[in-house]
């Protein structure tokens, strides 16, 4: 009997508390506004600011031949000397006869050390014949690529070399080529 009358006062106790937390007034809202305190920043030396968006002097040149019947030609950028050039891209292009095949490389040199980098290029198709033109079979590819090559006393900096195979019987005028390098200079 005990233990009953003791299961009912517990019953009531919490059915009391459940009651008075139902009939308690809403919260109030609270708005806490600080105030703006001034805040003086003092600094006694200037601070440096460096521009890395455009680092140097831009280069952008372009070279365009015609190499006839040559198997091999090179061709050669001059960096102004104490100036380092930072290759971003470059795009070499070709346009030779019907069932040639032709490889770039190109030749930086940092120091006395030169390097040479293979640019592969793709097979575009023939671009057939007009006017006093034959087809030509047209290779070209771009490459965004850092590399670095030091201006000096060479006038040959930086240079690319083409490289094709001969056809037989092949038309060797209008064999054109096309190299442009974008970067920018900086002192060495």
């Given at each position: 009997?005990?233990?009953?009358?003791?299961?009912?006062?517990?019953?009531?106790?919490?059915?009391?508390?459940?009651?008075?937390?139902?009939?308690?007034?809403?919260?109030?809202?609270?708005?806490?506004?600080?105030?703006?305190?001034?805040?003086?920043?003092?600094?006694?030396?200037?601070?440096?600011?460096?521009?890395?968006?455009?680092?140097?002097?831009?280069f952008a040149?372009?070279?365009?031949?015609?190499?006839?019947?040559?198997?091999?030609?090179?061709?050669?950028?001059?960096?102004?000397?104490?100036?380092?050039?930072?290759?971003?891209?470059?795009?070499?292009?070709?346009?030779?006869?019907?069932?040639?095949?032709?490889?770039?490389?190109?030749?930086?040199?940092l120091g006395?050390?030169?390097?040479?980098?293979?640019?592969?290029?793709?097979?575009?198709?023939?671009?057939?014949?007009?006017?006093?033109?034959?087809?030509?079979?047209?290779?070209?590819?771009?490459?965004?690529?850092?590399?670095?090559?030091?201006?000096?006393?060479?006038?040959?900096?930086?240079?690319?070399?083409?490289?094709?195979?001969?056809?037989?019987?092949?038309?060797?005028?209008?064999?054109?080529?096309?190299?442009?390098?974008?970067?920018y200079l900086?002192?060495?």
């Amino acid at each position: 009997m005990k233990t009953m009358h003791t299961s009912a006062a517990l019953a009531v106790l919490l059915w009391s508390v459940s009651l008075s937390a139902a009939t308690a007034p809403p919260t109030a809202k609270v708005l806490v506004t600080n105030p703006v305190l001034p805040v003086e920043v003092r600094n006694a030396d200037p601070i440096p600011v460096t521009d890395v968006g455009e680092p140097g002097e831009l280069f952008a040149k372009s070279l365009l031949r015609n190499i006839g019947a040559d198997q091999s030609a090179v061709f050669s950028f001059d960096i102004p000397d104490g100036k380092r050039l930072i290759i971003e891209t470059v795009s070499v292009a070709a346009q030779m006869p019907v069932g040639s095949n032709v490889a770039f490389t190109m030749i930086a040199y940092l120091g006395d050390s030169s390097h040479n980098i293979a640019l592969p290029v793709q097979d575009q198709g023939v671009i057939p014949e007009s006017g006093i033109h034959l087809p030509k079979q047209t290779y070209a590819g771009i490459h965004s690529i850092r590399v670095r090559a030091d201006g000096g006393a060479r006038t040959d900096d930086l240079s690319f070399v083409l490289d094709r195979s001969v056809v037989a019987g092949e038309n060797t005028s209008n064999n054109d080529v096309a190299i442009t390098v974008l970067g920018y200079l900086v002192n060495q």
